[in-house]
């Protein structure tokens, strides 16, 4: 139901004479709807489109003034667009049922003012009316409903004609208004995801900074406080990095630790595996590639380099890039700037590099498939990370760290590692370094299945040692005599070398521990302390 306020009483013919030709009139209708829908539709910039449709309805129905309101967080009504306004009336705001304006969206009615000068409810606070003697206004405000509740109200003024049709003006706009209620859902829901996403981004970086964190890093030997003495001493500065070491020791660990200990740490960390891309490919990647540049291309990229901007890039494996790419790469480091493959636009890169090699670069550039150049342009800051067989004294620490993590990861109750099994771990050499212990000590997790992690949870090559070199066959009974003294260690380990306690946790008696102590030459006092 539509209320009119002071509405008039055309005759008949002026009726019949403004309808002129309803044909006309419909098609004229049908495609401002459509404008309006291509309106709200065609961009994301809500303010932009609401005026936009503002702008249709003057150009096609003589809107003299628009104006759309909306409800804010507060439960005030905001205007969102206007147009025809000399005077930007953004930031005015009605509280409902105040106004002809907060009257529609309180009530969820369409209010039509055939005459504005005679309607002294006007407030005049969102577009004042010049009182115009050649030209008297009629006002048609109609609610924005979405889900059965008015959330906002759509108004305009129109020049004042006796025989206008009012009921099908406000059925037309209600049209429109429902139109703008849909597109105020969906930006509505945008901004919904949008901000859930900025929280999770926020939340994830914020997991990335704590799990890289250089504290987090494992290890107080004397190698790796000067590794975390020179982490301290780079990550400040935008200087290019080089972590050399060999596979496994944690160069990965190092560049996260650099990129998120400095300024660029709230930018992208891009990491970029070249020996795992093909030759003819890596160039593509770091670079990124135009329109047509080769066959498949039917796009643009954006290279690695251009998502890295203004944060760091990590090149692994460095010494397998081919020399074209070297080329690209050094000039990337010289000029700060690059273009993509099949592209003829400079364009400029704010990235910090961090390198890493397992490779014996100096041999590569003596042999020419390294260039010397760029060799010199990436040794501006070196770091050797040690390998595990020379930071022995990080054992203990790692191995506490993995079976922590993968007790956690797997649920399971692991509370400790025997000495049997430190001693095995401790006298292996580790080829593959970090990353063979973590493996190991996941697959002894898996394999455990009480509380304490034994040296027959540990994998078959560190138990015969075949890579050291020590014996590889060994007899039933001495295997049965090792693992049974490894029980008996364990038992006396944790009752501090009190016998008749391990008795009783082996199942066993006080009399048999005895005399086992004394057959394998095990010292029970070593475990008193």
């Not at 930031?91 to 009615?109: A, F, N």
């Amino acid at each position: 139901m539509i209320e009119t306020l002071v509405e008039p009483k055309p005759s008949r013919a002026r009726l019949a004479a403004s309808d002129g030709d309803a044909r006309t009139r419909e098609t004229r209708r049908l495609s401002t709807l459509l404008e309006v829908s291509q309106a709200l539709s065609g961009t994301l910039n809500l303010k932009a489109s609401l005026h936009r449709v503002l702008e249709i309805l003057a150009r096609h129905h003589g809107a003299v003034r628009g104006i759309v309101s909306v409800l804010d967080a507060d439960g005030d009504l905001r205007v969102e667009a206007s147009d025809g306004v000399s005077d930007s009336p953004g930031g005015v705001t009605y509280r409902v049922g105040e106004g002809i304006t907060g009257k529609v969206v309180q009530s969820g009615k369409p209010i039509v003012v055939p005459r504005v000068s005679r309607e002294p409810a006007f407030l005049h606070r969102a577009a004042r009316r010049p009182e115009l003697s050649h030209q008297e206004l009629s006002f048609v405000c109609v609610p924005i409903v979405l889900s059965r509740r008015a959330i906002g109200a759509l108004e305009i003024d129109l020049r004042f004609k006796p025989e206008r049709n009012f009921d099908r003006n406000t059925k037309f706009l209600g049209v429109v208004a429902s139109m703008i209620a849909q597109a105020l859902k969906i930006h509505r829901l945008i901004e919904e995801d949008k901000r859930h996403l900025v929280d999770e981004n926020t939340h994830l970086r914020q997991e990335l900074r704590e799990r890289y964190d250089f504290s987090n890093l494992v290890g107080s030997s004397g190698p790796m406080r000067q590794i975390f003495e020179q982490v301290t001493q780079v990550a400040g500065t935008n200087t290019t990095a080089l972590i050399r070491g060999e596979s496994g020791t944690g160069k990965e660990l190092i560049a996260h630790a650099i990129h998120y200990s400095s300024l660029r740490a709230r930018k992208p960390f891009v990491k970029v595996s070249c020996a795992a891309l093909p030759e003819s490919l890596i160039e593509s990647e770091l670079f990124g590639y135009e329109k047509g540049a080769f066959t498949g291309a039917e796009t643009r990229k954006k290279g690695r380099f251009e998502l890295a901007e203004g944060g760091t890039l990590f090149l692994d494996e460095i010494g397998d890039i081919n020399p074209a790419t070297q080329v690209k790469l050094l000039r990337v480091l010289q000029e700060r700037e690059f273009e993509r493959v099949g592209g003829t636009e400079t364009i400029k890169a704010n990235v910090r590099l961090v390198a890493a090699t397992n490779k014996d670069l100096e041999r590569a550039m003596a042999a020419g498939t390294f260039r010397e150049d760029l060799y010199y342009r990436l040794n501006v800051f070196t770091l050797f990370i040690p390998p595990l067989r020379e930071r022995k004294a990080d054992m203990l620490l790692l191995v506490d760290h993995f079976l922590e993590k993968f007790a956690r990861e797997h649920k399971r109750n692991i509370k400790r590692i025997s000495t049997p099994a430190i001693d095995m771990l401790a006298s292996y050499h580790w080829p593959g370094n970090v990353r063979e212990l973590e493996n190991t000590l996941e697959r002894a997790v898996l394999m455990c299945d009480g509380e304490v992690v034994h040296s027959h949870h540990l994998p078959p090559s560190l138990q015969t040692a075949e890579a050291s070199g020590t014996i590889t066959r060994v007899s039933l009974r001495d295997a049965v005599t090792a693992y049974e003294k490894d029980l008996i260690q364990d038992a006396l380990k944790t009752t501090r070398g009190n016998r008749a306690k391990a008795a009783r946790l082996l199942d066993s008696t006080e009399r048999i521990i005895n005399y086992k102590v004394r057959e394998y030459g095990i010292d029970a006092r070593r475990f008193r302390s």
